[in-house]
């Protein structure tokens, strides 16, 4: 059986390489199925050209896998559109973030046979066995299917439990020489770049977070390693970007890593996605050792009771102490904070403007997006249950218009009042950022004229 599996185009020069699509290959071609990728993203093909190729071509199954934002689903209802015109068309099925908490929905608006809910790898074989013999889905878990206007909805699969098992991704499907060109914080110009899922899930449970996978799964650090030893030597790669939810799932497993990083002599720069329960400074001085220059720190608001209100298990307290404590150990801090979160308000707003400007070290430019409730998270059924929206359709369709508005409005402001706050947020940040950069590219300048610094390239920007 031939699969075909699209990476939708999302307008990016360099684009992320698609993790979730390349394990999915990496397990169908394991299992004997011939797979190709369509790479749209890296060739910006119109979508008119997957009918043209669906047409030259024949495929058994088609899939296309999205995440929860409103660019992503109307992609993926233009998409849907190009496969649904072809001659050839396959057995079309959906999954990812975005179809699995509302799959009848997206069934029943793209018009795909099938949507994989969460994790796929086991669930897409037995898909495509019963595809091959003709048999019904009814008794496979983890999928809900179309029969011509019926939607039906099987139970939910347990998750994978060794995840070592899963194959690495397909990588030598994919153009990787243009992947790796990703710009991570801190990276040089010559560091080839790859990003690595180092576990699944999460052990925290912020009430704006749309992940349905409980818990965390890590893989083995011997599994980590040995995939790194892969990309290095087969593609050059000097950095990696950890982006699992949360590599810093514990200060044992953080440890354990990076000395197993250590031990390997891997000698690679690496970032990864943090929590400040776990920033302490000795263990942030082993991260250091081991390569770490970046970590993303999910903030989202400098308020103990937004914090609270979040569910995000932080205080400013621990706040302030871990983003010193990164500081201090020569590690850059990633900054996310969002605003509009249930008893939000101005001032909430102003502390987190005031802590981004406090501890701002240059190294990304950062801005306050509204929270937005995506389908399967907590606050998405918070809104439906309080009125503020009808259904997934209302969201997507009505709602969920651009991450950087608001979508629904959970404050006592009016919209007007909430966006012209967010617009005066934002323009503190960003004549922060500028008048750094202004700052840092005179100083290059005096060191080249007045000390005249042999080491300048010239004023380039990237």
């Given at each position: ?303 103990d009771q937004i914090l609270k209100n979040m569910n995000k298990a932080l205080t400013t307290k621990m706040i302030v102490a871990g983003i010193e404590a990164t500081l201090a150990a020569g590690i850059s801090p990633g900054y996310n904070i969002i605003f509009g979160n249930i008893g939000e308000n101005k001032r909430t707003l102003q502390q987190g403007v005031d802590f981004l400007l406090k501890y701002d070290d240059g190294s990304q430019m950062r801005t306050i997006r509204p929270v937005t409730p995506y389908p399967g998270s907590p606050l998405y059924y918070y809104a439906i249950e309080k009125g503020y929206m009808k259904d997934c359709e209302d969201f997507y369709e009505n709602k969920h218009t651009n991450s950087d508005l608001l ?56």
């Open positions: 059986m031939r699969v075909l599996l699209v990476v939708y185009d999302n307008g990016s020069y360099i684009s992320w390489f698609p993790q979730g699509i390349a394990y999915i290959a990496a397990t169908l071609r394991a299992n004997g199925y011939e797979t190709e990728i369509y790479s749209q993203d890296i060739y910006h093909y119109p979508d008119a050209d997957l009918t043209d190729y669906l047409d030259r071509n024949k495929f058994d199954v088609i899939g296309v896998s999205v995440i929860a934002g409103y660019y992503q689903y109307k992609k993926l209802l233009a998409i849907s559109e190009a496969i649904n015109r072809s001659k050839n068309r396959p057995v079309y099925i959906i999954g990812g973030h975005g179809p699995s908490p509302e799959a009848e929905y997206f069934l029943k608006k793209t018009k795909a046979d099938i949507a994989v809910i969460g994790e796929g790898e086991l669930t897409i074989l037995e898909v495509m066995e019963a595809i091959g013999k003709k048999r019904s889905l009814e008794s496979i878990l983890g999928v809900a299917y179309r029969v011509d206007d019926k939607v039906f909805i099987n139970d939910r699969r347990p998750l994978i439990k060794d995840i070592d098992s899963i194959p690495f991704p397909a990588y030598d499907l994919f153009p990787i020489e243009s992947y790796r060109l990703l710009r991570m914080p801190h990276c040089s110009n010559s560091d080839f770049v790859m990003p690595l899922l180092s576990g699944r899930g999460c052990t925290f449970t912020c009430n704006f977070c749309y992940r349905l996978d409980e818990g965390f799964r890590p893989r083995s650090n011997e599994n980590i390693i040995e995939e790194i030893r892969f990309l290095q030597k087969s593609y050059g790669v000097t950095y990696i970007a950890f982006s699992d939810e949360l590599l810093m799932s514990s200060v044992d497993r953080t440890v354990s890593l990076c000395e197993a990083f250590l031990k390997a002599g891997l000698n690679i720069k690496w970032d990864c996605n943090g929590r400040l329960n776990y920033a302490k400074p000795d263990v942030l001085k082993l991260m250091k050792e081991a390569g770490c220059v970046f970590i993303n720190y999910g903030i989202e608001a400098f308020d979508a629904i409005n959970f404050t006592d402001m009016t919209d007007r009042e909430f966006h012209e706050a967010l617009f005066d947020a934002n323009k503190q940040l960003l004549k922060n950022y500028f008048r750094n950069k202004e700052k840092s590219t005179i100083e290059q300048a005096r060191k080249l004229y007045i000390e005249q610094d042999a080491s300048f390239r010239g004023f380039r920007q990237s």
